[in-house]
């Protein structure tokens, strides 16, 4: 839990078999901090997440160049004393051009993440040009053995997924020391990769909302020996074999309605393992609704994000509703009309 945990003088694990679990008012208080990264200042939303006595602080932000347009990949990392805590937070997708150059490197992963498997291209990029930065301060002496949350929405949900398990496989913190949960992040590597970040990371959770397109992207290769239903859209899983494609890692959770307070979620854990096909994998994303899917992409709990953390992660804050235009005129204008 990120609130009210007063810590002995003596560091010990925070994570233990309680945190497999999914807690909904966790994720919601990561999502303030994803939120907050799309701010040139964290702090409103920091301050409106943890209470004062905690103390927590921002230690370092960065914003660096993350390809030859002159994106950036940008994050903060924040310290609490208090509760010997370090969060990482990485920022989602910031200009149109970025989402296109993501586009261009999402066709299947090819790069070697340090023995782990094969990632994106473009994530691969923005982890190295940002590691430094997480690095730094989980060396640091002073924070020695402090637990970790790493956490992200969108673009800063695939580097969260690409720095949570070099913490670990690199001996920064043990894997009992590391809790991930990211907010629609796209499949960030191959099934090779998929299975050791499972190993190294036992507690992690991604959260989709619905039909939130990114989760969808890049495509994972289809088991062909599946036989749709009949009546059904056609849909089929994802092929738990295959290392070529996507493949995302655990655990999903999807909340196939609305996320406003109350509303239902699944917690995936069926088959195939990490591609749950009753899940978000399930829900085929059609031409003519993919407004919506963007929609879902930016909203989780009922705020926009990059809007709710510019504003301070304000809760008297309010938010246009799901889109009523669809096809080509409306996906232009939700894709491209937003920064």
Request: charged residues 15%.
């Amino acid at each position: 839990m990120l609130l009210f945990l007063i810590f002995p003088t003596v560091t010990l694990a925070l994570f233990g078999p309680q945190d497999s679990v999914y807690n909904e008012t966790e994720a919601k208080l990561l999502l303030n901090l994803s939120a907050a990264a799309y701010s040139t200042d964290p702090t409103p939303c920091i301050q409106r997440t943890f209470p004062s006595n905690e103390n927590t602080q921002v230690a370092t932000s960065f914003s660096v160049k993350c390809d030859f347009v002159g994106n950036p990949c940008a994050g903060y990392v924040t310290v609490s004393t208090v509760l010997q805590q370090i969060t990482v937070v990485f920022r989602g997708t910031k200009t149109n051009s970025q989402l296109i150059l993501e586009g261009w490197a999402t066709t299947q992963p090819s790069s070697d993440f340090y023995g782990l498997g094969l990632v994106n291209r473009y994530f691969k990029t923005g982890h190295d040009k940002t590691w430094d930065y997480v690095q730094g301060v989980l060396n640091n002496t002073q924070y020695a053995n402090y637990d970790v949350y790493v956490t992200g929405h969108s673009l800063g949900g695939a580097l969260a997924a690409l720095a949570a398990p070099r913490i670990v496989s690199s001996g920064l913190r043990q894997r009992n020391q590391v809790k991930v949960t990211t907010f629609g992040e796209p499949r960030v590597g191959n099934l090779v990769f998929s299975k050791n970040y499972d190993q190294l990371l036992p507690y992690s959770f991604r959260v989709v909302h619905s039909t939130d397109i990114v989760p969808h992207l890049p495509g994972c290769v289809k088991d062909l020996s599946y036989v749709p239903p009949e009546g059904s859209d056609g849909s089929m899983p994802c092929d738990p074999v295959s290392t070529n494609g996507g493949y995302h890692h655990a655990l999903e959770i999807w909340y196939p309605m609305n996320m406003t307070t109350g509303s239902p979620y699944n917690v995936c854990t069926g088959s195939p393992h990490d591609e749950d096909f009753t899940c978000s994998d399930a829900a085929k994303v059609y031409f003519n609704d993919t407004t919506l899917a963007i929609w879902n992409h930016r909203n989780y709990f009922a705020v926009e994000v990059p809007d709710f953390g510019k504003g301070g992660c304000n809760p008297t804050m309010t938010f246009e509703g799901p889109p009523t235009t669809q096809g080509i005129k409306g996906l232009v204008s939700s894709l491209f009309g937003r920064k």
